[in-house]
């Protein structure tokens, strides 16, 4: 299992490996956390900076909201792997056994539940770059740009995993309630980079 003790070489290298973890959801999550945690620098820099004195408190709240966003992601990454683990025992057990279709549909719904966190957590960090698109310190927009695309990244992967299930759930209720939260997170998320992007730039441009 691998978690934020993991190495970057190992990491990547399992996730190269012809091994079902960590696979794609882990990775949805990596790449928000860092994303979280280059909004994390851009406020960093901003708190204290001359010429931002009236938005401190705002800098500390986004602060608190990233540093929190990327704990969380760093949790969800490990949570993937395990949902895929509890989904591999269930398909492992009898086809008789009473107990299996409970235990596989137990096992998918949480298969879509932990990716459709990440891509919720990944829309919680974009908003928080709308917060700071147009007060931020100007030399760390280009972070910023990074942390907002690397959070559009996560929404859209993190919603492709949620996309792969849905087939397999029996609810049609479960289903199309799962479908319905997806359509509307891509959305929000769409919006949200068609804003942030402009901002960053023209102030780049501006230079202020």
């Known amino acids: 299992m691998h978690d934020q003790n993991s190495t970057i070489a190992a990491f990547l290298d399992a996730a190269a490996a012809k091994s079902p973890t960590p696979g794609g959801g882990s990775v949805a999550a990596l790449a928000g956390a860092l994303a979280a945690s ?39 990454m490990v949570e993937d792997q395990a949902a895929y683990d509890v989904m591999t025992a269930a398909r492992k057990l009898p086809a008789d056994d009473p107990r299996r279709q409970g235990k596989l549909d137990a096992a998918t719904l949480a298969c879509l539940r ?4 990440i891509a919720a957590v990944g829309l919680a960090i974009l908003q928080q770059c ?11 927009l280009s972070d910023l740009a990074v942390c907002a695309d690397l959070a559009v990244a996560t929404v859209r992967c993190g919603l492709n995993n949620v996309r792969a299930n849905l087939s ?27 804003r942030i992007s402009p901002t960053i730039w023209e102030r ?4 202020k």
Do not use: W
């Open 130 to 140: 709308d917060r700071l698109a147009g007060t931020s310190n100007v030399y760390l």
């Open 204 to 207: 780049v441009a501006r230079g």
């Open 38 to 76: 280059m909004g994390e620098m851009c406020v960093n820099y901003s708190i204290g900076k001359k010429g931002l004195e009236a938005h401190q408190a705002d800098f500390a709240a986004c602060l608190r909201e990233l540093s929190h966003a990327r704990a969380m992601l760093l949790q969800l």
């Open 168 to 194: 397999s759930l029996t609810d049609p209720a479960d289903r199309e309630s799962a479908q319905a939260m997806a359509q509307s997170m891509q959305s929000r998320a769409v919006t949200l980079v068609q």
């Open 114 to 117: 932990v990716p459709e966190a």
